[in-house]
Protein backbone atom coordinates (compact mmCIF):
# COMPACT_ATOMS: atom_id res chain seq x y z
CA UNK A 1 0.00 0.00 0.00
CA UNK A 2 1.27 3.32 -0.83
CA UNK A 3 0.31 6.43 0.84
CA UNK A 4 0.90 10.62 -1.26
CA UNK A 5 0.37 13.26 1.15
CA UNK A 6 0.35 16.42 -0.66
CA UNK A 7 1.26 19.99 1.29
CA UNK A 8 2.59 23.52 0.35
CA UNK A 9 -1.17 25.09 -1.11
CA UNK A 10 -2.32 28.15 0.14
CA UNK A 11 -3.42 31.51 -1.46
CA UNK A 12 -1.25 33.87 -3.34
CA UNK A 13 -1.53 37.08 -5.12
CA UNK A 14 -1.03 36.91 -9.14
CA UNK A 15 3.03 36.39 -10.10
CA UNK A 16 3.47 34.84 -7.10
CA UNK A 17 5.20 31.47 -6.52
CA UNK A 18 4.09 28.62 -4.40
CA UNK A 19 6.23 25.30 -3.76
CA UNK A 20 4.25 21.94 -3.79
CA UNK A 21 5.32 18.88 -1.99
CA UNK A 22 4.02 15.19 -2.17
CA UNK A 23 5.74 12.87 0.23
CA UNK A 24 5.27 9.11 -0.31
CA UNK A 25 5.17 6.63 2.27
CA UNK A 26 5.10 2.55 1.58
CA UNK A 27 6.16 0.44 -0.82
CA UNK A 28 7.07 2.89 -3.60
CA UNK A 29 9.86 0.88 -5.83
CA UNK A 30 7.42 0.06 -8.77
CA UNK A 31 5.88 3.08 -9.28
CA UNK A 32 7.48 4.28 -12.23
CA UNK A 33 5.98 7.82 -12.84
CA UNK A 34 4.86 10.54 -10.85
CA UNK A 35 2.47 13.51 -11.62
CA UNK A 36 0.65 16.18 -10.60
CA UNK A 37 -2.93 16.73 -11.55
CA UNK A 38 -5.32 19.96 -10.67
CA UNK A 39 -9.07 20.31 -10.61
CA UNK A 40 -11.07 23.66 -10.56
CA UNK A 41 -14.32 23.77 -9.23
CA UNK A 42 -16.74 22.88 -12.37
CA UNK A 43 -13.99 21.66 -14.49
CA UNK A 44 -12.66 18.37 -15.10
CA UNK A 45 -9.42 16.84 -13.83
CA UNK A 46 -6.46 17.64 -15.70
CA UNK A 47 -3.03 16.49 -15.84
CA UNK A 48 -0.49 19.65 -15.05
CA UNK A 49 3.61 17.79 -14.88
CA UNK A 50 4.84 14.20 -14.89
CA UNK A 51 7.67 12.52 -14.16
CA UNK A 52 9.17 8.95 -14.57
CA UNK A 53 11.84 6.88 -13.31
CA UNK A 54 14.28 8.25 -16.05
CA UNK A 55 13.73 11.84 -15.18
CA UNK A 56 11.56 12.64 -18.21
CA UNK A 57 9.23 15.31 -17.70
CA UNK A 58 6.35 16.84 -19.50
CA UNK A 59 3.90 19.75 -18.81
CA UNK A 60 0.68 20.73 -19.48
CA UNK A 61 0.81 23.59 -21.86
CA UNK A 62 -1.07 25.94 -19.64
CA UNK A 63 2.12 25.57 -17.14
CA UNK A 64 4.90 25.54 -19.34
CA UNK A 65 7.67 27.75 -18.64
CA UNK A 66 6.35 28.31 -15.09
CA UNK A 67 6.04 25.37 -13.31
CA UNK A 68 8.99 22.76 -12.82
CA UNK A 69 8.22 19.45 -11.74
CA UNK A 70 11.18 17.47 -9.39
CA UNK A 71 11.72 14.76 -7.57
CA UNK A 72 14.22 13.89 -4.22
CA UNK A 73 13.85 9.66 -4.44
CA UNK A 74 16.05 9.86 -1.36
CA UNK A 75 13.63 11.74 0.42
CA UNK A 76 10.66 9.76 -1.62
CA UNK A 77 9.15 13.22 -2.53
CA UNK A 78 7.68 14.73 -5.11
CA UNK A 79 7.77 18.78 -5.67
CA UNK A 80 6.13 21.73 -8.34
CA UNK A 81 7.78 24.62 -8.28
CA UNK A 82 5.25 27.00 -9.46
CA UNK A 83 6.28 30.58 -10.54
CA UNK A 84 4.51 33.49 -12.54
CA UNK A 85 1.12 32.07 -11.10
CA UNK A 86 -2.20 33.71 -12.90
CA UNK A 87 -6.04 33.23 -11.54
CA UNK A 88 -6.20 30.63 -13.82
CA UNK A 89 -4.41 28.38 -11.68
CA UNK A 90 -6.69 27.99 -8.89
CA UNK A 91 -7.64 24.80 -8.01
CA UNK A 92 -7.33 21.59 -5.94
CA UNK A 93 -3.73 20.02 -6.55
CA UNK A 94 -3.11 16.17 -6.16
CA UNK A 95 -0.34 14.08 -6.82
CA UNK A 96 -0.45 10.67 -8.05
CA UNK A 97 1.82 7.44 -8.41
CA UNK A 98 1.76 4.56 -10.73
CA UNK A 99 3.62 1.74 -12.51
CA UNK A 100 3.65 3.41 -16.13
CA UNK A 101 2.90 7.17 -17.14
CA UNK A 102 -0.52 6.85 -18.48
CA UNK A 103 -2.08 4.44 -15.47
CA UNK A 104 -3.05 6.78 -13.47
CA UNK A 105 -6.32 5.32 -13.02
CA UNK A 106 -5.23 2.05 -11.46
CA UNK A 107 -2.57 4.20 -9.12
CA UNK A 108 -2.11 5.64 -6.22
CA UNK A 109 -3.65 9.88 -5.58
CA UNK A 110 -3.34 12.05 -2.59
CA UNK A 111 -6.35 14.60 -0.54
CA UNK A 112 -4.95 16.80 -2.57
CA UNK A 113 -3.77 20.76 -1.44
CA UNK A 114 -5.62 23.92 -2.50
CA UNK A 115 -4.22 26.90 -4.30
CA UNK A 116 -5.83 30.34 -4.67
CA UNK A 117 -4.04 32.86 -6.58
CA UNK A 118 -6.12 36.19 -6.68
CA UNK A 119 -6.14 38.92 -8.79
Known amino acids: QVQLVESGGGSVQAGGSLRLSCAAF????????MGWFRQAPGKEREGVATIDGDGSTGYADSVKGRFTISQDNAKNTLYLQMNSLKPEDTAMYYCAAAVSCGLWSGGYWGQGTQVTVSS
Open 26 to 33: GYTYNLYC
